[in-house]
């Protein structure tokens, strides 16, 4: 057993700063010289890819549907061997999903550190912050950041209601020019952003100036004792097998924890970047995941091989797994939202078609012929194939979101990402076999 100060940074709802809090915070810590680990709550690619610039660490993610108890358990358990500081920052509100931040925080006994916006409030921010600490017992709020205060009045009285037992770590001052950039799916991808490191020390300049409006760090961090579950013994299924996975800012919804798991199977794992023009490495399986096809159509479209490649890999009948964006690529034609037309591979028949408005949010179970994965669906997209679907998904919070998955030959295809460690041998299993047994 492993005592290492930890805290998750929730808030009362979205937009609060939770993500700007938890990567200055890890920011400012790293500059100290402290080993920090940060992880992300519920299923998310961006706000990691903040975070992991922010801390010089792999951003992993804690979600209890996704990966399960016992898998949380051990990446918490890993991470308080080698850091001096964990932060996990949540999602939504505190209380917010089935499960949610607070469940998280009260399976690990993780403290709780609550982001509010005071912009619009003065004393009504105490009863906000007592409300989320008296909440639910099982879980403790250890102290509160007020976001974007007015002025150091402004922070004084904000502060001036709380309760003895729930102090205020920092007051920050409202700053438009500290604001990352967003578009459709969230916040800019951190490689698309080259005055990020200046930001997020500037961010941690932001933190260490409120820390002096307040108590500080200190003031909520605690030492938290993490276990290790027992391992399980995977095995070796995919020893010798070589799965490309392309990566690079049209594929790049990519969760850590899937990488790890295939090369724990066995597997060799070859990363190539398509938009540098880069070959699809020769190998026995492949991995295409979400990202950002809209955006970077016209440069595939010029990739002197890449279609063909993708060809001769499904007629070869290896394995293919295409997840959202990666799916689209595959597709007869891909439309962006200002309605111009890309054909794409021409792989599997349909079309889709972006649109303002999201199309598709939520948890999502998927029964693939090996078994039960989970991940999740976050879209803009919306799909037309004659293809049917061999199961759908279902969400785990009555979510109207049921994404179809769709087996051709050698590919799986859907809009869900999947969580890889949901369910071990049935990854294992696809990318050794395909759909052959399916």
Known sequence: MTAVPALMISAPASGQGKTSVT??????????????????????????????????????????????????????????????LILVEGVMGLFDGEPSSADLAAAFGLPVLAVLDASAMAQTFAALATGLARFRPDVRVAGVVANRVGSDYHAQLVAAGLPQDLPLVAALKRQTELSLPERHLGLVQALELPGLDAQLDAWADAWEAGCALGQGLAAAAAPVPLTAPPAANLGKPLAGRRIAVADDACFSFIYPANLDLLRQLGAEVLRFSPLAGQDLPPCDALWLPGGYPELHAPTLQQHATLFADLRAHLAAGKPLLAECGGMLVLLDRLTDVEGTHHAMAGLMPG????????????????????????????HYSTLSTPL???????????????????????????????????????????????????
Not at 389 to 413: D, K
């Open 388 to 438: 049917t679907p061999t199961a759908i998904a279902h969400n785990p919070n009555a979510g109207r979101t049921a994404e179809p998955l769709y087996l051709q030959g050698s590919l799986r295809a859907s809009y869900v990402h999947h969580y890889f460690p949901s369910h071990p041998q049935a990854v294992a299993a696809f990318f050794l076999n395909g759909n052959r047994h399916a």
């Open 23 to 84: 990567a200055a915070i890890a920011r400012a810590e790293v500059r100290r010289g402290r080993r920090v680990r940060v992880f992300k709550t519920g299923p998310d690619y961006l706000d990691p890819m903040i975070l992991a610039r922010a801390s010089g660490q792999p951003v992993y993610q804690l979600d209890l549907f996704m990966g399960g108890l016992a898998h949380c358990q051990a990446l918490l358990a890993e991470a308080a061997n080698e850091a001096d």
């Open 351 to 378: 079309q889709a078609q972006l649109q303002p408005r999201l199309a598709a949010l939520g948890l999502q179970s998927l029964a693939w012929p090996e078994g039960e994965l989970r991940g999740h669906s976050f």
